[in-house]
């Protein structure tokens, strides 16, 4: 049996994300290499050799968990076997998401000279999208008469609703009128590069002398922070970010916290 395959072919059924297949393939040959035997013959004692020597590399915890839970994935679904180590690794440090203020997302905006890519920008942040669902947009995901937008097989697969800022419209509807095969374009028609839209963004923060460290997600964290600061539902950002759990979406609390805890109470005005 090839493993490789099998294992591959069980997370396209299962519908991981390319990226998560992508690590798994990549840390289960390093395996191979590792430990030199028939796949039929691995056992709990090559896996916990070959993590062992994997932290002695790594520091972080997450990448750690990663190639765990790579291995235990081929153990497990691919060959049938029992794979329940009690291995504890460290736990990533929570770091709270870097997020602009307004003034900065007016500034960033407003020094992108290019038509195509300053709307770019704008959707990103005034929609909340990632990188890859924005380059993937299509003149048919968008619906102009309800305002609203959609992204199509985003995170896990899902379809799901975006708003559309009414102040983006007509700009929208020029760039629909082009009838092009997606919304922005990169080279040979096909769409923008993710590579692409994070050199826009960096060279836009350095020229808006923003000195955080900004790239495309960050307006996507800039974008669920202003809304709860705004007085918007956990629930309706969950929803409008695309995430399967609300916990995800909690962590933007934690960035809104300083604007929140300024709220008077109701208490005093009485």
């Known amino acids: 049996m090839d493993v490789l395959e099998a294992m591959k072919k069980e997370m396209l059924r299962r519908k991981l994300s390319h990226r998560t297949i992508t690590s798994y393939l990549f840390y289960v040959r390093k395996f191979f290499v590792f430990c030199k035997k028939d796949p039929k013959k691995f056992s709990k004692i090559d896996i916990r050799d070959f993590l062992d020597k994997y932290v002695e590399r790594e520091s972080a915890g997450s990448s750690i968990n990663v190639v765990h839970n790579a291995l235990r994935f081929m153990m497990e679904e691919v060959l049938r076997k029992s794979m329940k180590l009690n291995i504890r690794y460290s736990k990533t440090p929570k770091h709270l998401p870097v997020c ?34 924005v380059v993937r947009l299509k003149p048919a995901d968008i619906d102009l008469d309800a305002g609203v937008g959609w992204v199509r097989h985003g995170k896990g697969d899902k379809d799901r609703p975006f708003i559309l800022p009414e102040c983006l419209k007509e700009e929208l509807k020029n760039v629909l009128d082009d009838h092009k095969v997606y919304l922005f374009l990169g080279n040979n028609r096909a769409h923008l590069s993710s590579r692409s839209v994070q050199e826009i963004v960096k060279q836009a923060a350095k020229k808006a002398g923003i000195t955080k460290k900004v790239h495309p997600h960050t307006l996507r964290h800039s974008f669920a922070t202003h809304l709860l600061e705004s007085g918007v539902d956990v629930i309706a950002v969950q929803a409008l970010l695309g995430h399967n759990e609300v916990r995800t979406t909690m962590v933007y609390l934690h960035a809104a916290k300083p604007k929140l805890l300024s709220i008077r109470s109701p208490l005093d005005p009485l």
């Open 100 to 133: 602009l203020n307004k003034d900065e997302v007016k500034r960033l905006i407003g020094v992108i000279g290019n038509d195509k890519h300053r709307l770019l920008v704008s959707l990103m942040y005034g929609a909340g999208l990632r990188v890859s669902e």
